[in-house]
């Protein structure tokens, strides 16, 4: 197990006391390019994507193996888990989003919006009435690398509902070059959501009140290629994957600080059996660092 040294950078004084372990571990490497991570508290692993090499690996935390948690996949992208303990899939090969039940067998979620194809649904998350967020830019059929290559059948990028009762799917933002990570914040009273495209690359936040989204202003911006996954922790403050590492955000938008990593980062999750073990997916590699900060309790 390779070790890099965790190196934080202050950039305001609310990032003073945020930090964790001298050394952070990369805990499997040889991926092309790695995203979705999701951890299960009552197995001890993580799962998470490698995209191009379409499978899903899972790494134990009781042994520190990684194997195939799923191959061929779909293409999976981005992860999450459900309130019930369920893995929620975003499958760009697949066009769609599904769950994987605890006997293993597999729900489709959404695959369809007024009869046409989704492009290819990247992020997920999922609200405490169960109602399913999730993105879908044309990453996956921009090319056959993460995908399968086609023409956008919806004819945009955009955010979209699965409403929990009836399965039905909705447009709730269509004003996105490419939407890609996104996350509610402690109370679900806003969403951040990445538009990984826009120049500069940027988070927007939208507030939430029944099921719809109003406002949209710019969170914060990126001064490290672009912006991917995103999580909020404990604290309420907001994290981002970029080209440098993690950019930390106060809850109004102030970039704090950063967590320097090696690689082009694309998502992170929290773990472990406290929250807080941070976990990384960044180019070819997954990294762990035990911090100071948790990830919110679900």
Known sequence: MDMVKARFEVLDERFARV???EWMQRLHTGCRWTEGPAYFPAGRYLVFSDIPNDRVLRWDETTGAVGVF???????NGHTVDRQ???VSCEQGNRRVTRTEHDGTTTVLAETYQGKKFNSPNDVVVASDGAIWFTDPSYGIDSDYEGHQAESEIGGCHVYRADPVDGSVRIVADDFSRPNGLAFSLDESRLHIVDTRQKPSHIRVFEVKDGTLSGGAIFATCDAGGFDGVRVDAAGRVWAAA???LHCFAPDGTRIGKLLVPEVCS?????GPRRNDLFITASSSVYTLRVNFSGPRV
């Not at 799923?70 to 999976?76: D, I, K, L, Q, V």
């Not at 998502?267 to 773990?271: I, K, M, P």
């Open 85 to 87: 303990g369920r893995l």
């Open 70 to 76: 799923r191959e061929p996949a779909g293409f999976h």
């Open 19 to 21: 930090n964790g372990d």
């Open 243 to 245: 080209h440098d590492g």
């Open 267 to 271: 998502n992170l999750t929290f773990g």
